[in-house]
């Protein structure tokens, strides 16, 4: 009795069929995903093995429904177009190809033993990747950040540490061949790492290559931005003005005497007194991003941040998380076929613990966008 092949297996013989489609040889279909770089013939091997299929990443299935939306079986050298450069009939042809390799991944992933399941958003075929860190405030370091202190220790500098923990291990799993993954300090950052795969950790405040590259990005509809009200963040505002703010409790009566205005100051905890009263965060924002590097549309940038750093590492478990992050990852899937896209969400914190954002749940997003959106106005 003859088996119906498995969803992995489907998914290998489907991408097998779209490459003989275009008459090419998986070298040349290598060279023509991977842009300068290329992608390994033997990455391309493992996602059409039939008999023990490797799950390719997803951004990878849509660079092939991208480049299978067009003929390009008669050209030397095929080359993965843009899609804003696609004709109707294309781009009609590109969602719907791209729909079917996401939905036989996700059937795959379902699959217990499934190579890859779970890498989603985090995996990369192809470096550099550097996630890039908010540096923490100077007035806030510990002794140990000093370089003159023989106990010196550079993570100490580094705020948004829980997200950047979160997400390391995350990645390391993901991408376990990947030899230039890293992580840096803004001021630390080089032009390779700026063109690779890109990993923003933090708001505007803290981290300045998150300010630099929102004013590249002036087609995103969501911009973080200061408001006089909030001194220890920055809240999200939208094209109408609407503006995503954190939530929090009643005032508290405490007991213990209301620290002075330079104490406050200096701890930078003005968000949390007002009138002499302290108040409780109970909800953070998280922004979560994903689109094609401003600096390099052949590599990715990736924006995790919040108004507070709660909200940072919400944006990080909403897709490191095992309690959400498959669900996450297909809801994102089929609400942004394209790749691209921006997410507000609610980060609930119960004993100061942030929540993971779950998508399904419709009151945790506050606001989505991507390119097909304003395609489709």
């Given amino acids: 009795m003859n088996l119906a092949p498995s969803p992995a297996a489907e998914l290998a013989e489907r991408l097998r069929a779209l490459r003989r489609s275009q008459r090419l040889t998986q070298a040349r279909l290598a060279h023509a995903l991977g842009g300068p770089k290329g992608i390994s013939v033997s990455a391309i091997s493992s996602w059409e093995n039939s008999s023990d299929p490797k799950l390719p990443p997803a951004d990878r299935l849509r660079s092939y429904a991208l480049f299978c939306a067009r003929d390009h079986s008669a050209e030397a050298a095929p080359q993965l177009p843009r899609e804003q450069d696609l004709n109707a009939s294309e ?3 590109f969602t719907s190809l791209h729909r079917e390799l996401i939905a ?33 405030p100077a007035a806030l370091l510990s002794p140990l950040a000093d370089e003159a202190n023989p106990n010196y220790t550079r993570m100490y500098r580094y705020a948004d540490v829980d997200a950047l923990i979160e997400l390391w291990g995350h990645l390391r799993a993901c991408n376990p061949e990947l030899t230039d993954l890293t992580h840096k300090l803004p001021n630390e ?16 405040g803290w981290n300045g290559v998150a300010h630099q590259l929102q004013q590249f990005q002036l087609d995103l509809p969501i911009q973080q931005v200061e408001v006089p009200d909030l001194l220890n963040g920055e809240v999200f505002r939208s094209p109408d003005g609407q503006e995503f703010r954190p939530q929090w409790s009643e005032y508290e009566r405490i007991s213990v005497n209301v620290p002075s205005k330079d104490e406050i100051t200096a701890e930078q905890t003005e968000d949390v007194w007002r009138d002499g009263r302290r108040r409780g965060l109970i909800e953070d924002v998280a922004f979560l991003v994903r689109v094609p590097n401003p600096l390099n549309h052949a590599r990715t940038l990736t924006v995790c941040s919040g108004v507070y750093s709660r909200g940072v590492l919400g944006a990080v ?33 119960l004993n100061g613990e942030a929540m993971s954002p779950d998508l399904e749940i419709p009151h945790n997003v506050l606001y989505e966008w991507s390119p097909s959106d304003e395609a489709a106005a």
């Fill in 91 to 93: 781009r009609e042809k």
């Fill in 189 to 204: 950052a080089t032009g390779p790492d700026l063109t690779g795969h890109l990993i923003v950790l933090g708001g505007i």
């Fill in 317 to 349: 478990r909403a897709l490191t998380d095992t309690a959400v992050r498959d669900r996450n990852e297909a809801y994102l899937a089929g609400r942004f076929p394209g790749g691209s896209f921006a997410i507000l969400m609610r980060v609930p914190l």
């Fill in 104 to 136: 036989l991944r996700e059937a795959a992933r379902s699959k217990p033993g499934t190579a890859n399941a779970g890498a989603g958003l985090w995996t990369f075929e192809t470096g550099p990747v550097t996630a890039i860190c908010s540096e923490a």
